[in-house]
Each structure stands twice: as C-alpha cells, then as structure tokens.
C-alpha cells in the first residue's frame, strides 16, 4: 500500500494552518490600524497577507490528505477559509488505517485471480 506522507504526520497540516492563521491576524491588524506610515509598508503588509492567504488554502490542502481525502477537495474548499476548513473536516476521515489496508488487499486478491495464463501445450 502506498504511504500517506500527510496521514503520517498530521502536525505539518496543524502548524501551516496556524502559521498562516497567525499571520493573517497579526497583518490584518497592523494594515487596519494604520501602524504603516508609507505606502510601501501598507504594500508589504498586503504582500503577507496574500502569502498568509496562500499559505491557508495550502494547509486545507495538508488538511485533506490528513483524512485521506482528496488535494483538490481540499484547495477548493481551502478558498472559502473556515467554513471550507470544516467542510473538509467534516467530508473527510471516515476510513481508517485498516480498512485502507483491508481494501488495498482485496484490490490485490482480485487482481491475482484476474491473471492471463498461458497454457502449457
């Protein structure tokens, strides 16, 4: 069975969502109270602020490989920011490691018993 690199250690999929949560409130709340005085400051916060956004969607994306869900599922529902992080939460998981394990077998008893035998004579 192949390996879910994001299934095995979760804590990556935890730290960037916080990561990016941290820094989209601390940003937020320098741009909105006026702390920058140029114009390139409010400009570098909104750079991080994009990044932070990115780095969320990103982590919803860990998030859903965690659960054995799909990248996809996760990015896209990683745009609606909270309300897609427990869409993702609440959509995905519903298997665990054994019957994972017990499906990767049966698929390869069935591809066992599916042979092409080439006769003797």
């Known amino acids: 069975m192949n390996s879910n690199f994001w299934h095995t250690y979760p804590v990556i999929a935890a730290m960037t969502l916080g990561a990016s949560g941290a ?3 601390l940003n937020g709340f320098y741009l909105m109270e006026g702390v920058a005085g140029t114009p390139d ?3 570098k916060y909104q750079l991080r602020i994009g990044a932070a956004l990115v780095l969320w969607v990103v982590g919803c994306g860990m998030a ?3 659960r054995h869900g799909s990248w996809t599922r996760g990015l896209l529902c990683g745009l609606l920011f909270v309300p897609g992080l427990l869409i993702v939460l ?3 998981g519903r298997r665990t490691r054994q019957e994972l394990w017990q499906e990767e077998m049966a698929r390869r008893e069935q591809k066992r018993q599916a042979r092409n035998v080439k006769p003797r004579y």
């Open 90 to 92: 609440l959509t995905t």
């Open 41 to 43: 400051q409010i400009f």
């Open 64 to 66: 859903s490989r965690t």
């Open 23 to 25: 820094s989209l409130l």
